[in-house]
């Protein structure tokens, strides 16, 4: 089976045919063969991505310092500890009392 890696470079086709660059997350999930992306926190399926063609080497980034790999690392654990809580029921807004005032003549 065909497998990206963790921060492979990659471009996303969406429904409407349209072709985004993002990067990838986790790598591939073998049991379900979707790969976590970037884009809109996205699992898709293979046939969607392909590796970006500016890609040299297995380990590209499409940033070359180490602050920028740094907030790669970052938003891949900020993912995790999201898809590891559970699921919360939507709160509804406190809405303030209204305050009436006295019309004054």
Known sequence: M?????NASVVYTDNKGREI???VI???DAETGLTHINHENLRV???RLRLHEKTVGKY????ADAFSF????KLRDKY???????????????VAPLMLLA???
């Open 26 to 28: 986790f790598a591939t």
């Open 80 to 94: 995790a500890e999201l898809d590891s809580r559970p699921k919360q029921e939507t709160l509804e807004p406190e």
């Open 103 to 105: 019309n004054a003549s």
């Open 60 to 63: 590209h980034l499409p940033i």
């Open 70 to 73: 740094e907030i790669f690392k």
């Open 45 to 47: 399926p293979l046939d």
């Open 2 to 6: 065909k497998r990206f890696e963790e």
């Open 21 to 23: 660059d993002t990067f």
